[in-house]
């Protein structure tokens, strides 16, 4: 009886799903499109990287006073981090030029619905994520300049 109801039911949710995505870069798609990509929630930067001309130096951040980065579900965005707290909404994009690569769009002003031009963007970062690391990379930086954001419940 139940697993008659699963068939019933499953291709419908299933169903509701893909027409509330209609576009690629759409931020529910990006969310539902794998486990463990979404960054809902409150992340602490632990780790900075950066290259000053040789070599390349990853240094860690003090947890005091914490330095943290929240992405709620609606594309709002609140940070203490002084390089980023200007800005109020985020973004995920696709990068047209790397396979898989994801990009986060910060903007001062809510962007709207409408496709983002990456060319465009005014403040952005490369994205690595796993389930308890968010790597944020500097897009031009030659060298690899990062910084890394652990899961605020992992803190606790």
Known sequence: ???????????????????????ADDLCCFVERKAGESLEGSWLLYERGYSPGAGYIIEPVPA?????????SNGELSANLESIKQFKY?????DPYAQEQKILA???????????DIS??????????????LKLSFRYCIEGCHM?????????
């Open 1 to 23: 009886m139940m697993t008659k109801l699963l068939k019933l039911i499953l291709p419908a949710l299933l169903g509701v799903t893909a027409i509330g995505c209609e576009k």
């Open 120 to 133: 465009q963007l005014q403040h952005s970062y490369s994205i690595t994520r796993t389930d308890n690391n």
């Open 64 to 72: 005091d006073p914490a330095k943290i980065l929240t992405f709620g």
């Open 90 to 94: 985020y973004r995920i994009l696709d």
């Open 106 to 116: 910060l903007y001062t002003d809510d962007p709207g619905d409408e496709p983002q």
């Open 148 to 156: 890394s954001f652990r899961p605020i419940a992992l803190e606790q």
